[in-house]
């Protein structure tokens, strides 16, 4: 009996251990205003980057951690120096988010060497060191291809608004040129877009020069939402909602109240919650700062949004929308212990 009441005390004292091995919160964490996390963003424009912003920063104040930001809208040079800055100053880690291989390689190999942690968000990097965090775009560009082929029973005339050179526009066209190939009737009539600081606006431009050209078309395709808020303005305005079925990637409060107005032609959507990724691109860097190892691949993942699922749940804005499907709320990846016992001691 003494025995066993032995083995039951040492196997309590190991479990009472581990819990708070596993919860300490790493030293570097003592002050945590003194971690620096840099989000270096090649895009910022549009409500998704507005949103994943602003999700990054509750995660950092959650964390009560130090971000530092810089946008470089479009400019793959400026994006360079940015990080050349960042190395500088010898932050903890560095967030790259969009961007270039080519010219960002060097730069990311060299803050590692320098023992900054490095996490990407739409940026595919060819180093084990580094997690990259997507939203699982082949799996975006196939839903929402689906989605517009077989509402359209196999056949329809559509314009495709998407650009090249962005790794997620890339992976979405990946499964766009599948479908095509499985559904013979889906025609692609032509395609436009181009990130310029103002997509919507110039995508709106596009859309009407388009529609002249190609008044056989029935149906939009927009790989980002800013190309589809453009396509919906142009489809509106010349009073063709009723020739048009408009599908696209992303999804806000913006994109939700476009969808649900009346006679609106933009009809499904498939996306995250950018706010929950931007949590997520931050998470990610402090854990690697307090040591952890991450897996490769950071999938977030899309769900499907139609039209009429928000009509029909009265659904407003993302707030609703996150309560109606949870799936698109907080990401539950990359939780080490500690990282909540440190934000529960901020709260404090
Ligand atoms: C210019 S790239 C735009 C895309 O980046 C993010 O993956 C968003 O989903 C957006 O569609």
Known sequence: MRR???????????????AFAQAQIPKKFDNPKNVRIALVR????????????????????????????????????RMVTMMENFIAQKVDAIIVDHGRPDPLMPKILEALDKGIKVVTFDLVVADDRVPEIEQDDLLIGYLISKQLAVDFAGKANVIYVNVGGFAPLDKRDRMWQ?????????????????????????????????????PEANAVLAMWDEFAKGAVRAIMQAGKSSQFRVYSVDVTTEDIQMMIQENSPWVATVGTDSYAVGRLAVRAAAALVGGEKLPKYLLVEPQLVTREFLIQNNIKNMDDLVK??????????VWPEWIKALIEKNKK
């Open 324 to 333: 109606a499907l949870p799936g698109l709320g907080e990401s539950n990846l």
């Open 42 to 77: 090649e895009v910022g424009e549009g409500s998704f980057f507005e949103r994943y912003l602003a999700g990054a920063q509750s995660m950092a104040r959650e964390l009560g951690i130090t971000l530092l930001e810089a946008t470089a809208n479009g400019d793959m040079a």
């Open 178 to 214: 599948i479908i095509k190939w499985r559904f013979e009737g889906i025609k692609e009539v032509a395609k436009t877009g181009a990130v310029t600081g103002s997509t919507a606006a110039d995508t709106q431009t596009r859309m009407e020069a388009v529609m002249k050209e190609k």
């Open 4 to 18: 066993f009441r032995a083995v039951v005390l040492v196997l309590l004292v190991a479990l009472v251990l581990s």
